[in-house]
């Protein structure tokens, strides 16, 4: 079925940079695109891009152009969502999701807080 | 971009009633790759339901999705405690990938 766990909550100031990871387990790591959405509090979901573990290849949404980078470790199935330049706006859960199509599953959720 | 409008944005229901859920989007979604999604408070989004109609795995059958092109909709029979919480539809054919706002659904 396939599982995600993410790492732990951070607490970064302005202008600092964040790196959430997203370790796989129970499927075949290379075979499905991760992609990362965040919420902030009381709000939508955003899609934030995706990468492909195979190959590494990425893809962002326009407004994170520029602000973040999407990787991986084959070696231990785990990807890896940074964001850099952070500012109190970024303050957010940021979600990995496997996709099949639609995401299936999803990562508990990282909590970035951004505050001076 | 597509942009998917979600509606109402609160829906006050009892326990045993039937919950109708709209999803708009301002294009046609290819293939109908939509799919719909639960969140519950301080949870993860929980699939339900893709390419519009088919359930996910351990989903039950009081709860289905219909819909094509701009229209979609997902449908509680009879609700069950566990059912009040927000959903999100979502499309995926189409980057770049779109959430609607999403519909609250609550106990009146």
């Known amino acids: 079925q396939g599982q995600l766990v993410q790492s732990g909550a951070e607490v970064k100031k302005p202008g600092a940079s964040v790196r959430v990871s997203c370790k796989a387990s129970?499927?075949?790591?290379?075979?499905?695109?991760i992609n990362w959405v965040r919420q902030a509090t009381g709000q939508g979901l955003e899609w934030m891009g995706w990468m492909n573990p195979n190959n590494g290849n990425t893809g962002y949404a326009q407004k994170f152009q520029g602000r973040v980078t999407m990787t991986r470790n084959t070696s231990i199935s785990t990807a890896y969502m940074e964001l850099s330049s952070l500012r109190s706006e970024d303050t957010a859960v940021y979600y990995c999701a496997r996709v099949v199509g639609w995401f299936d599953p999803w990562g508990q959720g990282t909590l970035v807080i951004v505050s001076s | 971009e597509i942009v998917l409008t979600q509606s109402p944005g609160t829906l006050s229901l009892s326990p045993g009633e039937r919950a109708t859920l709209s999803c708009r989007a301002s294009?046609?979604?290819?293939?109908?790759?939509l799919a719909w999604y639960q969140q519950k408070p301080g949870q993860a989004p929980r699939l339900l339901i893709y390419?519009?109609?088919n359930r996910a795995t351990g989903i039950p059958d009081r709860i289905s999705g219909s819909g094509s092109g701009t229209d979609f909709s997902l449908t509680i029979s009879r609700l069950e405690p566990e059912d009040f919480a927000v959903y999100y539809c979502h499309q995926y054919g189409s980057s770049p990938i779109t959430f609607g706002q999403g519909t609250r659904l609550e106990i009146k």
């Open positions: 129970g499927y075949t790591f290379t075979s499905y695109d």
């Open positions: 390419e519009a109609s």
């Open positions: 294009q046609s979604v290819s293939s109908s790759y």
